[in-house]
């Protein structure tokens, strides 16, 4: 049973930054696919950024591209996402999640998509104002 821990989360004003974390227990491969989603209130669960298991290929949702930044460490185990300029419509709960399959690079956008992913964290809030 994989488990998947997200900190970082806290409430700033627009065009800062903040870094959110996730854990991944040991039972987690390093070879799965690792994403963060966000979920505002009234509105469906999006992909912001995933990441294949050698850290080479990124993918990164049209809202986020050029602020955000997704990155591991496999001797942690730990994904981070780096957020900059942050804009108050960023608001919202973060999840990290695991996808133990990874889909081929030619479909990496799959990985925006929050049906391919097993495992999820409880969130963390991100709130921008």
């Known amino acids: 049973h994989v488990q998947l821990v997200e900190s970082g989360g806290d409430s700033v004003q627009p065009g800062g930054s903040l870094r959110l974390s996730c854990v991944a227990s040991?039972?987690?491969?390093?070879?799965?696919?690792m994403g963060w989603f966000r979920q505002a209130p009234g509105k469906e669960r999006e992909g912001v950024a995933a990441?294949?298991?050698?850290?080479?290929?990124?993918f990164y949702g049209d809202s986020v591209k050029g602020r955000f930044t997704i990155s591991k460490d496999n001797a942690k185990n730990t994904l981070y996402l780096q957020m900059d300029s942050l804009k108050p419509e960023d608001t919202a709960m973060y999840y990290c999640?695991?996808?133990?399959?990874?889909?081929?690079?030619?479909?990496?956008?799959?990985?925006?998509?929050?049906?391919?992913?097993?495992?999820w964290g409880q969130g963390t809030q991100v709130t921008v104002s």
């Open positions: 040991n039972a987690a491969r390093r070879h799965y696919c």
């Open positions: 999640a695991a996808a133990p399959r990874c889909p081929s690079l030619l479909r990496g956008y799959l990985l925006l998509n929050p049906t391919n992913f097993a495992y």
């Open positions: 990441i294949y298991s050698g850290g080479d290929r990124t």
